[in-house]
Each structure stands twice: as structure tokens, then as C-alpha cells.
Nanobody, 124 residues
Framework: QVQLVESGGGFLQAGGSLRLSCLAS????????MGWYRQAPGKERELVAE???????NYADSLKGRFTISRDNAKNTLYLQMNSLKPEDTAVYYC??????????????????WGQGAQVTVSS
């Protein structure tokens, strides 16, 4: 299995910057893609940014230019650099990994695994 642990969340004022990290451990060779999602109070979880299989990055349109996703494969770590933060960026940020596994019967399947989340609170 794969374990994901986010870190770097916190409380800050609008206009500030923060970098989130997601450390992957376990069967990291099973990871196909990774991404960041967020969930604000009373809202559905939404995509922030992702790095797909060929290294291409995708961002939520509203966050382009302020957020940057990157991955250090040697450290098994995914990052999210967040700049010019706004109060509406307040949310729990989750790391997600799309993983591929083969079970004992050689059955191939994929699964989305999630971290526990990191709270980011931006005050006005």
C-alpha cells in the first residue's frame, strides 16, 4: 500500500505564501499520478492541481498563476506552492495518489489514495 502525509498547512494573512508537502511512503512505485485537492466548509472537494503520467500539470482555472505543483521523485514528495493567498483559499488541502496494484491473483486494478489533509486558513 501507499501512505500519504501532508504537512505545511497553517494560518496566515491574505497575500502571504505557503508551501504544502505530501510525503509518500510504502509501495511508491505503484504511484501513477499525484495531485492536490481542497475542501472548504460546506463545499465539495475540488481539484487544485495535478501531475499526470507524462509529467503534464493541470490546474483549476481560478488558481492558475498563483499555485504551482511540483514533484520530487527522489524524495517521494509532492509540493504545492501557494502565493498571493486569499481568504477564499481557506480549506483542508488533500494529497491524492492514483496507484496501480496487482493482487495475489494477478488482477490489475487502480485506486485513489488520500492523505489525512492539511488545514490552510487565510485571514482577511
Amino acid at each position: 500500500q501507499v501512505q500519504l502525509v501532508e504537512s505545511g498547512g497553517g494560518f496566515l494573512q491574505a497575500g502571504g505564501s505557503l508551501r504544502l508537502s505530501c510525503l509518500a511512503s510504502g509501495d511508491t512505485m505503484a504511484i501513477l499520478e499525484m495531485g492536490w485537492y481542497r475542501q472548504a466548509p460546506g463545499k465539495e472537494r475540488e481539484l487544485v492541481a495535478e501531475i499526470i503520467g507524462d509529467g503534464k500539470t493541470n490546474y483549476a482555472d481560478s488558481l492558475k498563476g498563483r499555485f504551482t505543483i511540483s514533484r520530487d521523485n527522489a524524495k517521494n514528495t509532492l509540493y504545492l506552492q501557494m502565493n498571493s493567498l486569499k481568504p477564499e483559499d481557506t480549506a483542508v488541502y488533500y494529497c491524492k495518489a492514483l496507484c496501480a496494484f496487482t493482487d495475489s491473483t494477478s488482477y490489475y486494478y487502480t485506486a485513489n489514495l488520500w492523505g489525512q489533509g492539511a488545514q490552510v486558513t487565510v485571514s482577511s
